[in-house]
């Protein structure tokens, strides 16, 4: 086991830990749930970085890295379902395009790395999640948040949006070029 795939299986360590304080009334265990969650989610930059400069890219880390990336987006969003934190009819639509990929990408040769559109809905996606996950109301800062939910609803459907579009553009083959 190498230094990024060790820094992968971590992120999914994390998944419990990030499931038992989203289930917390505790304002401060939400927030170490939600700073679990956003260091998990920064080690999945780290652990392919240090596989590309140290020249450890392995078949597991292959099949590793985009399984715990889609654990550790899907479960939080689940668990907000329960708690009725988030629709879910937004998070079936990102299940639907993770699967349709997954499939898709069983049938290809190569794997591409992933694209700025993969990239900008992975951001959005963590940004969402972690927005619905931090324990703010009205009562608990000084600063007027009353609009928090309303504000993490859209950056919820912005997410949804850049799942469904990136998905587009990995199952619509690109023109060929002449």
């Known amino acids: 086991m190498n230094l990024p795939n060790s820094i992968t299986l971590s992120r999914l360590l994390g998944l419990p830990v990030v499931v038992y304080c989203l ?6 265990v939400r927030w170490i749930g939600l700073s679990v969650f956003v260091v998990a989610a920064a080690t999945d930059w780290l652990d392919g970085y240090l596989a590309r400069k140290l020249d450890l890219v392995t078949d597991l880390g292959k099949f590793l890295d985009p399984l715990v990336d889609k654990l550790l987006i899907l479960i939080p969003l689940l668990i907000l379902i329960d708690l009725h934190l988030v629709p879910a009819v937004g998070v079936c639509l990102i299940l639907a395009r993770e699967l349709t990929i997954a499939g898709w990408r069983v049938g290809q040769a190569q794997i591409s790395g992933a694209n700025i559109w993969g990239k900008l809905k992975t951001t959005s996606q963590i940004i969402a999640i972690a927005m619905m996950m931090a324990p703010i109301s ?16 859209v950056a919820f459907w912005l997410a949804v949006a850049l799942t469904l579009i990136s998905g587009l553009i990995y199952l619509v083959p690109s023109e060929p070029k002449t």
């Open 23 to 28: 289930y917390s009334h505790e304002q401060t």
């Open 138 to 153: 009205s009562t608990s800062v000084p600063l007027r948040v009353d609009n928090w939910h309303l504000y993490s609803l």
